[in-house]
Each structure stands twice: as structure tokens, then as C-alpha cells.
């Protein structure tokens, strides 16, 4: 089992920017490719990004394209997602997740708790 933790959300006005964390624990991250999703109240979970296990591949949304960033630090066995220029709709629980490559969570074998970004404007 692989344990992951996000850290790093909080309370941002909009056009800033945050750096969102997931350190993972009981396995190395790098065997697997680090995904970032996102839910705000009462809509599904979103795919964000996704960056391979050697950090060489990464894919964005469309949306979040020129605004966000995925990458990884093998030595520090963590995921980041590096969030410039937010908007009030970018508030959301933020998830990251470890497994497969893939756009949709059925990919991912292990999940953090989340952490919240909320966009004020």
C-alpha cells in the first residue's frame, strides 16, 4: 500500500498562485505516475494532470494549460502541481493519486485525503 498526503491548499485571492503537494509513503512514488484531480461541491471528480513516473511526460487539461504545472522530485517522493493565475473556479478539493497513466481515476490505485484551494475574487 501506498500512502499519499496533499499539503499546500489554502485561501488565495484570484490571479494568484499556489503549489500543492503529495508525499508519498510505503512505496516510491516513482513506480508510478502522479495524478491530480479535482471536485467542487455537487459536480463529479475532475482529471486535472497527470506526470509519468520519470517525470519525462506530462498531460494538462485543456483549461489548465499555461496555468498549471505537474512535476515530481524522485528524491523527495512527491508530486506537485504548481497553480498560477487562479480563478474562483479553480476552488475545489484538490486530489492526487498514484498509478497508471491515465485521464480518469479508474487508472489510480491509491488516493490522497485532499486538500482545499478556494479562489476568492
Known amino acids: 500500500q501506498v500512502q499519499l498526503v496533499e499539503s499546500g491548499g489554502g485561501l488565495v485571492q484570484a490571479g494568484g498562485s499556489l503549489r500543492l503537494s503529495c508525499a508519498a509513503s510505503g512505496g516510491t512514488f516513482s513506480k508510478y505516475a502522479g495524478g491530480w484531480f479535482r471536485q467542487a461541491p455537487g459536480k463529479e471528480r475532475e482529471f486535472v494532470g497527470v506526470?509519468?513516473?520519470?517525470?519525462?511526460?506530462?498531460y494538462l487539461t485543456d483549461s489548465m494549460k499555461g496555468r498549471f504545472t505537474i512535476s515530481r522530485d524522485d528524491a523527495k517522493n512527491t508530486v506537485y502541481l504548481q497553480m498560477n493565475s487562479l480563478t474562483p473556479e479553480d476552488t475545489a478539493v484538490y486530489y492526487c493519486?498514484?498509478?497508471?497513466?491515465?485521464?480518469?481515476?479508474?487508472?489510480?490505485?491509491?488516493w490522497g485525503q485532499g486538500t482545499q484551494v478556494t479562489v476568492s475574487s
Open positions: 506526470v509519468s513516473g520519470s517525470g519525462r511526460n506530462s
Open positions: 493519486a498514484a498509478g497508471g497513466w491515465g485521464l480518469t481515476a479508474a487508472h489510480y490505485d491509491y
